[in-house]
């Protein structure tokens, strides 16, 4: 097991959650908005001082500095504003390690402070951050949001390659059920501050939308049958 955390609290947000992911899957996590998903990620990368247990290669990372904390695991937020006038390659060197330059495209955003970029550009550069110290768990929330439908399947290869490589795990807060579905080795489903579900099986439910000839439609009320004329 690469990571067991469990009992993750934030009052009125997150209610005793408890995780297990293994070297080499990519889990995503889904739900609809204010289900809890960002509060988990904020939790499992030790922000806001969250109650409850995190081994994570047989360490708890809240316990490290900042120093050592993105060797074994980075947070991707979902904002993508950025206070700084910073260069892209100076962000990304923040992060430290290596970037995936070639793979993400950033060779001629390098040198561009990143408050020039558009926000799909800055969501890469950010991207490259998190990936720059290979940590054994991702933790991104939304890496796809500004992203157009070329980028946002490159950055889902990308994910499952740099997963592949292992021992390292994933896990990605997403609204795209397809790519979910899709990319996934697991689906965990999040609503009202507690994981509900694993898997797709309560979509309908917790959503509101089911597929009908391929397409995500909402649910619509079926008519009693026996109401007919």
Not at 69 to 75: G, N
Not at 79 to 106: H, K, Q, S, V
Not at 136 to 152: F, V
Not at 162 to 174: D, E, F, H, S
């Amino acid at each position: 097991m690469m990571l067991d955390a469990s009992g993750l609290s934030l009052p009125g947000r997150l209610y005793d959650a408890a995780l297990r992911i293994i070297a080499g899957e990519l889990v995503c996590l889904i739900g609809p908005n204010g289900s809890g998903k960002t509060s988990l990620l904020h939790a499992l990368a030790g922000i806001g001082g969250v109650p409850g247990t995190m081994n994570l290669e047989g360490v708890d990372p809240r316990r490290l500095g900042p120093a050592q904390r993105p060797a074994l695991l980075t947070y991707l937020p979902a904002t993508r504003d950025i206070p700084w006038p910073l260069t892209a390659r100076d962000l990304i060197a923040l992060g430290g390690g290596d970037a995936a330059f070639e793979t993400l495209e950033l060779a001629p955003l390098l040198d561009r402070r990143i408050d020039t970029l558009s926000t799909g550009e800055r969501s890469r550069v950010l991207i490259a951050r998190a990936l720059a110290p290979r940590p054994k768990l991702l933790l991104l929330d939304e890496p796809t949001a500004n992203l157009d439908p070329l980028w946002q399947i490159r950055l889902m290869e990308l994910v499952r390659a740099q997963v592949a490589q292992g021992p390292r795990g994933a896990l990605v807060a997403i609204h795209d059920l397809d790519l979910a579905e899709r990319y996934a080795d697991r689906v965990i489903v999040m609503d009202k501050g507690r994981i509900a579900a694993e898997g797709m099986d309560r979509v309908a439910e917790i959503f509101g939308v089911e597929r009908v000839d391929g397409r995500w439609e909402a649910v619509r009320t079926r008519a009693d049958p026996r109401s007919s004329p």
